[in-house]
C-alpha cells in the first residue's frame, strides 16, 4: 500500500491516521488512548475512531469490555504503508537482496530471540511495471527454542539492556514485544520503500492471491527476481590516505566497468553496508548480551 501525503482518510490527513494506526498496532486501545497519541481532544478522536471503524480500518473487541478496540488486517497494511516515491525494478531488486542478506544476518546471530521463518513478496514487486510503489514482504518470526523455558525473563532483560541504552518504552505490554520490534526494525533498515506484514495475518488472503515465498523454514533465501551480480565492495575503513599516494579506485580491482566509464551513481540506502544484529559487549550471561 503506498499513501499520498495529502490524500485523505475518512476525512483526516492520512499521515495523522497513520500514525495512529502504526503506534496501535498489536494492542488493544481506547478513544482515549487515540486521543493521547495525536494530542487532541477525547471528542475529536472518537469522531475519527469511528470513521475509520466505518471505513474497515479498526474493529470493536469481542468479549473484552465496552470502548476497546483494536486495528484490522487493513488497519496494519495502511499503519505499514510508505508515501516513498515509487523506485526503478532495478533497484527494488537490489532493495530486497540487501533485505534476505539481513534475514540472514539474524538467522545467525544466536543471541536474537527470533528467527525467521518465513520471508513471502506480493503486491506491486511482482507486477511487470517499470516503477514499484512499495515492496511489500509478509514475514514469520519464529521464537528461538532456546529461550522458551524463560521467555518472559528474556523478552524483558532484553528491553531492560535497550532501555539502558536510551530507549524509551511505553508500558509493560511495549517491552515485552520489544525483541519482534527490535528485528523487525534491523530487518527493514530504514528503507522506506519496505513495507513488512505479519505472515500469519496476511496468510489468509495470500493463499488466493498471487505471491512467491523467499525463504521457509531455513532455506537459502531465493534472489530478487532479475538483481545482477555485482563484486564485493572494497574495504575502506582502515584505508588510510596520503597526498603523495593514488587514491583508492571506487571499483574493487577485477570488477568489470560498464565500457570503460564511471559506475552509475547509486542510491543512498545502497552505500549503507549491512551491519551486525546489535549484541552487547559488557560480558553480561547471553540474555543480557543484546542491545540497541
Request: proline share 9%; aromatic share 6%; net charge positive.
Amino acid at each position: 500500500m503506498r499513501l499520498r501525503r495529502h490524500q485523505d482518510i475518512a476525512g483526516h490527513p492520512a499521515m495523522q491516521v497513520r500514525s495512529l494506526l502504526r503506534r496501535l498496532n498489536q494492542e488493544f486501545w481506547s478513544v482515549d488512548t487515540a486521543a493521547r497519541v495525536l494530542r487532541i481532544p477525547a471528542e475529536r478522536a472518537r469522531r475519527l475512531v469511528y470513521a475509520l471503524r466505518r471505513v474497515g480500518y479498526v474493529e470493536v473487541v469481542p468479549g473484552l469490555p465496552r470502548g476497546t478496540w483494536r486495528n484490522t488486517m487493513a488497519g496494519n497494511a495502511l499503519a505499514n504503508a510508505s508515501a516513498a516515491a515509487p523506485i526503478s525494478q532495478a533497484e527494488a531488486d537490489r532493495v530486497l537482496n540487501a533485505f534476505l542478506i539481513r534475514v540472514g544476518i539474524v538467522n545467525d546471530a544466536k543471541t536474537s530471540l527470533y528467527s525467521v521463518g518465513k520471508v513471502a513478496v506480493f503486491g506491486s514487486y511482482l507486477g511487470n511495471q517499470d516503477r514499484v510503489g512499495d515492496i511489500d514482504l509478509a514475514i514469520r518470526l519464529d521464537r528461538r527454542p532456546e529461550f522458551a523455558p524463560r521467555w518472559p525473563e528474556a523478552s524483558l532483560a532484553r528491553a531492560e539492556d535497550a532501555e539502558n541504552h536510551g530507549r524509551r518504552f511505553r508500558g509493560f505490554l511495549e517491552r515485552l514485544a520489544w525483541p519482534e520490534t527490535e528485528v523487525k526494525r534491523y530487518l527493514r533498515g530504514g528503507v522506506r520503500s519496505l513495507s513488512l506484514h505479519d505472515w500469519t495475518k496476511e496468510e489468509p488472503w495470500l493463499q488466493h492471491g498471487p505471491h512467491k515465498v523467499l525463504l521457509e523454514d531455513g532455506s537459502t533465501p531465493s534472489p530478487a527476481k532479475s538483481a545482477p551480480q555485482r563484486c564485493a565492495e572494497p574495504k575502506t575503513g582502515l584505508h588510510q590516505s596520503h597526498s603523495n599516494t593514488r587514491r583508492a579506485s571506487k571499483r574493487p580491482r577485477g570488477c568489470p566497468s560498464d565500457q570503460g566509464g564511471p559506475a552509475p551513481r547509486r542510491p543512498d540506502w545502497y552505500r549503507l553496508k549491512p551491519v551486525p544484529f546489535p549484541v552487547g559487549t559488557s560480558g553480561d550471561p547471553p540474555l543480557n548480551q543484546i542491545s540497541e
